[in-house]
């Protein structure tokens, strides 16, 4: 070793190990541990003092449960509710298999734990902490502690009192008592509280006669009553309940309390159709029905609305609400034998009334009476829309800057072949749908084919424009998506669902120059100390004014001389559309003045179990039901009213460019400009033709049609894939000369 490496090591082995400092001294594993057991210790100390100081309260027991009160949007009272439907029923008369399911879908140590779960209660202070929404894992005691003694509160307060009572409680009453108190209390949808409330509400019998099964649902239920409520469930919602369902009798099984050959044989138990509560007569369980969906869209819970205390003020008028109840029964059910006709037993009338400078709904009408006819007609969505889907295609022409299949761009002097059955061009999928009564009416502009509601026309413009971007625009629009939305050509013809309150939504935007319109009938909701904060029914541009304005241009020419002339007066400026679905099973009309935006609409529904889709051809023994005969009545007669016998308001527009006369067109009559000889085959059908000279249209104000009789229900050529189309109540003078007058967009 060299001399320098010896001094190195002299070096190494005279050097001091380093002093133990600073920050580092403080978190040795001694000090460690011994702070973690003086926490621990600490804890249990005041949970200790926690257990002692948080008596077992006495029951709220409901006796603060107040009713809710909703006013019309002047203030006058409209309803109250808030009586508690609940019946307290003993164990003994709750069959022992229904007792179970509960225990199986809640909490299957029941029997054997202290009741309470701490890694469920950490679970939910930790959840409720960091913002992540509600508790999961409490044991049927705690809930049946929250239920009975505390709130429906999500804080750290609350869970920790629920932790502490639920260890009393279990020492201080049995099993038993625990679990009737929890089936007793917990609210299972529909206004009901209780095992008893629920198994007449869901089946119509009391809870001794309840079976295994049914109690399974029930117990299923608790998670979720609204969501889980089969009659009103979504796909999503019946789905889960079913799973729920399912997940309860095979803890049953594991358990031993059910035999598996007999599990294996039990079938879901679809719950009966549930009835409006006393009071809820008329129009009343309709309106407070929509309130209540509307709040818990914007996050109120239905059990906190059913709990009462609310002051809940709906944007109806009630003077609009009086006239469009009054219209439909003079235009409608004074017109209906619907004890002796079997047809007339099956109309059902539905109605959405929309300020469409505001977002509120002003009226609605949902059926009968909601004691006699639980579904309301203005919010239902299982029915097509028809006809009034296509000035929505038309929006989105205008608003993509379509173009023919010759390249021209698309407009509202844009001619198309409306030959009936004409194949489109351009599509994948083959699509050829024929015109009401199998009509042809040669080359004609869009004016006309609206008027008409041709439905070759929009078959190919849907076509021009794609499914695609014509789905996009009535979304944007308003329309809500769905498994029966595909992006086809047959959309055109309005084969989706819809309601009359999402297609006053869209006819609203229209009516508002585009600016997206959200219906609202909830003017201000307040419970207490809380208000609900509700979003403004005014949203942002969904298409261009010129777009929204040019539509409104074309669909003022329906409404002066197409199929909606019923609704036609010199009492308001109005546009709209009429529809009429396959095989007659609804017929619409959607139509608006510068004030007012109203969507009526009949369907057919039978009276049978199940309340199929049938047809309301024959109505009060009046032919084919079309949307031009009653809706636009409904519609003309609320109109005039809500308006106060008429307005002078005139539609402030902004078009491209008006509509250009053209001649006078009968079905499967050649227009005189053009020559049959020399007019192309159809496999060009979005040809524009060449444009006539730019005369000045016309002025003048065109003559009223005359009504003629209802038309007779179409043949065995009847389309079988959406409206027919065409004049929907006939005798309309055709044409399409653009209406007159100061406001129509002349120039």
């Known amino acids: 070793m060299g001399r320098a490496e010896a001094g190195r090591a002299r070096q190494r082995g005279t050097r001091r190990a380093p002093k133990k400092g600073g920050v580092r001294r403080f978190f040795t594993p001694k000090k460690l541990l011994g702070t973690f ?94 913002g992540k929404g509600k508790q999961g894992g409490s044991t049927i005691t705690q809930q049946y502690v929250k239920n009975y003694y505390l709130n429906q509160d999500q804080t750290v307060t609350r869970k920790l009192k629920e932790l502490v009572i639920s260890l009393k409680v279990d020492r201080k009453k049995d099993k038993n008592e625990i679990l009737a108190g929890y089936i007793n209390t917990s609210y299972y949808g529909r206004g009901a509280y209780g095992i008893q409330a629920a198994a007449q509400a869901y089946y119509g019998i009391d809870a001794a006669e309840l079976n295994v099964a049914q109690g399974a649902y029930l117990a299923a239920l608790l ?9 009103v469930a979504g796909e999503t919602g019946k789905r889960l309940v079913t799973e729920r369902w399912n997940y309860v009798l095979d803890n049953m099984v594991e358990m031993k309390w059910l035999d598996a050959s007999v599990r294996s044989g039990l079938k879901f138990p679809v719950p009966h159709a549930p009835k409006a509560a006393h009071g809820m007569e008329g129009q009343t369980g309709y309106l407070v029905e929509a309130a209540d969906e509307e709040l818990a869209r914007q996050g109120v819970d239905k059990a906190d609305i059913d709990a009462g205390g609310w002051t809940i003020t709906l944007n109806i008028d009630k003077k609009r609400q009086q006239e469009l109840e009054q219209a439909v029964d003079k235009e409608l059910e004074s017109k209906l034998d619907r004890k002796n006709n079997k047809t007339d037993a099956t109309v059902q009338a539905g109605a959405t009334s929309v300020d469409p400078k505001t977002g509120h709904v002003v009226a609605l009408y949902g059926g009968t009476s909601a004691t006699e006819h639980w579904i309301s007609n203005a919010t239902r969505d299982d029915y097509q829309p028809a006809s009034t889907f296509k000035p929505v295609v038309l929006a989105s022409a205008l608003e993509n800057g379509s173009k023919t299949q010759d390249g021209e761009k698309i407009g509202v002097n844009t001619r198309y072949d409306g030959t009936s059955r004409r194949p489109v061009v351009g599509s994948d999928t083959p699509f050829d749908p024929q015109n009401e009564d199998d009509q042809d009416y040669g080359w004609v502009n869009v004016q006309t084919a609206m008027n008409k509601s041709i439905n070759s026309v929009f078959a190919q413009m849907v076509v021009d424009v794609t499914p695609a971007k014509v789905k996009r625009t009535a979304l944007a629009l308003g329309m809500r998506d769905g498994k029966a939305f595909p992006e086809r050509p047959a959309i055109t013809l309005g084969t989706m669902n819809a309601s009359t309150w999402n297609m006053a939504g869209v006819y609203a935007t229209l009516d508002n120059h585009g600016r997206k319109v959200t219906p609202a009938i909830v003017k201000s909701a307040s419970h207490k100390d809380r208000t609900v904060d509700l979003p403004d029914p005014i949203g942002k541009q969904a298409v261009s004014r010129e777009t929204a304005d040019t539509v409104t241009h074309v669909l003022q020419g329906v409404v002066d001389n197409g199929s909606g002339f019923e609704a036609d007066t010199s009492a308001y400026d109005a546009a709209g559309k009429t529809g009429t679905s396959e095989k007659n099973k609804s017929a619409w009309f959607a139509a608006y003045t510068p004030q007012l935006t109203t969507v009526v609409a009949l369907f057919g529904e039978s009276t049978k179990e199940g309340g199929e889709q049938v047809s309301l051809t024959g109505t009060a023994n009046s ?36 509509v250009r006369e053209e001649p006078v067109v009968t ?45 007779s229900e179409p043949g065995p050529g009847e389309s079988s894939s959406g409206d027919p189309g065409g004049v929907e109540t006939g005798g309309v003078p055709t044409g399409g000369a653009p209406p007159g007058g100061p406001g129509r967009g002349g120039p």
Do not use: H
Request: some cysteine; proline content about 11%.
């Open 37 to 130: 057991f003086g926490l621990c210790l600490l804890a249990m100390g005041g949970f200790v003092v926690i257990y002692m100081l948080v008596p077992v309260p006495s029951a709220n027991a409901q006796a603060e449960m107040q009713s809710n009160v909703y006013k019309y949007s002047d203030g006058t009272v409209l309803a109250r509710t808030g009586e508690i439907n609940r019946e307290i029923v003993g164990l003994e008369q709750i069959p022992k298999e229904v007792q179970r399911t509960f225990v199986a879908a809640e909490n299957k140590t029941f029997y054997q734990d202290a009741g309470v779960d701490i890694k469920g209660t950490a679970r939910g202070l930790l959840n409720t902490l960091s």
């Open 223 to 231: 998670q979720a009553p609204s969501q889980y409520d089969w009659a």
């Open 623 to 658: 032919g084919r039901a079309n949307g031009g005969g009653f809706p636009a009545r409904i519609w003309a007669d609320y109109t005039l009213g809500a308006l106060n016998g008429g307005s002078d308001a005139q539609f402030d527009l902004e078009i491209a460019e008006p």
């Open 667 to 711: 079905p499967s009559e050649t227009p005189p400009s053009e020559t049959p000889s020399t007019e192309p085959p159809s496999s060009t059908p979005s040809r524009q033709e060449p444009e006539p000279p730019a005369d000045t249209p016309s002025q003048s104000a065109p003559e009223t049609p005359e009504q003629s009789p209802p038309a």
